[in-house]
């Protein structure tokens, strides 16, 4: 724990949402619908009825207003990171929030869902616990099949396509898309989530948390037209296809360039990159983000992969505010990430081992005027760390964190089968 301040208190029972709180979250929710001209297909949800588990993915603040129009009339249970309710816990706690630190193992929240369970409420659940950075789907943490097993109530998936394209987690303005699309479809009955091994579940759960809102914006033929439609792209597509060099991209209106070998791609009103002179080396996003991803596997495969900044760190004991922590150091290396720093004098050190973060939440431009972080969390803190300097990409941190885990699991099961 780093300083003696006051710990958000999870082990706080959750509420069922306020009444007199549901038609505002209908009010907020539906006219965004509306402007969008949403719609929600469901498939095989006759007799389904509360209390259930809903799986939603996860692109902007849209889905939580598409997720209030899906279930309606309905109320519901909210896993939320309390990041997203600062100077709002009567808000999050009332509105029926589950409070969590994102990619922390609290077996807290697993009570706090079932006791919500017992209540006979819906249990929403955001289960890549970040935005997607480049519209398609991220990491799914393990734990699922152990939780789904325990809570014994159906699981329902809410798929929402085009949100990210309407909203992209690195771009700078909203494009108000129309035509979006959501479908609501059960995936697991409440006989199935005890017939079937966690592992079992966890595979279908992946097996169906796949999308694409780029193919599916293409497929579609919905074209955004807006002037400055590249611009923050850069954030995610960090390292240059021809010249390989990292953290020279940049963008600017609907052009995405490198500022070591000039070269450029125009950003098509349908989302595809197009390079302007010579061969486009990825005409689709998520492609050049996985290549990128391979790049820094390869690295961690060598085991190469080293990355050291000073940063400045926020910290969030409560949901009351942030708090200064002042300058420290961070280091990202095999051995995971490493925090040095010091309050009131005394110095203190994180550690966060490969095997324990399957992967972290990053923000870019965080609240528009901090820059870009790395929020990295334990039980009882939640710390924002801004790594100063040039030559930083916090997508490759975040890449790298990813790829860290997987190399660290396969090394443990190698050394279990010998
Ligand atoms: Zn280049």
Known sequence: MIGNFKRFDMSKKPTSQRRFLTPITWAISFPSKWRHRSKIEKHGLEGIKPPYLLLCNHNCFLDFKIMTAAIFPRRANY???IDGFIKREWLLRNAGGIG?????????????????????????????ARYSLCGAQAVLPDSI?????????????????????????????????QSLRAEMKLLL???????????????????????????????????VNSRDRAEGLHKVLYQCPHCRTEYKMESAKHELFCTSCGKRWEM?????????????????????????RENVRA???????????????DSLPNARGFIDLGEAEL??????????????????????????????????????????????NTITDTLYIYPEGEGISVTKIALATEELYKNATAEREAAKSN
């Open 189 to 223: 009955t409440q006989e199935q989530t005890q017939q079937l091994t966690p592992a079992e579940i966890n595979e279908k759960v992946r097996a169906s948390f796949v999308y694409d809102d780029f193919a599916w914006q293409k497929a579609n033929n919905l074209h």
């Open 145 to 177: 099949g152990k939780f789904v097993r325990l809570l014994d109530i159906p699981v329902v998936m809410l798929l929402m396509h085009g949100h990210h394209i309407t909203a992209p987690f690195w771009g700078t303005k909203a494009r108000k898309l």
């Open 79 to 81: 896993v939320v990171a």
């Open 268 to 292: 098509t009103t349908l989302g595809e990159l197009r390079a302007e002179g010579g061969e486009t080396e990825f005409s689709h996003i998520p492609d050049w983000y996985e290549w990128e």
């Open 299 to 313: 690295e961690v495969e060598r085991g190469e992969y080293s990355f050291f900044a000073k940063a400045h760190v």
């Open 100 to 128: 969590v630190r994102k990619f922390t193992n609290a077996a807290q929240l697993v009570r706090n869902m079932v006791y919500a369970k017992n209540k006979g409420n819906i249990i929403v659940l955001y289960p890549e």
């Open 331 to 376: 280091t990202h290396n095999m051995e995971g990430f490493t925090l040095r720093g010091k309050l009131g004098g005394e110095a203190y050190e994180k550690r966060w081992k490969p095997r324990e973060l399957y992967s972290c939440h990053i923000e870019y431009n965080y609240l528009k005027k901090h820059g870009d972080c790395i929020d990295l």
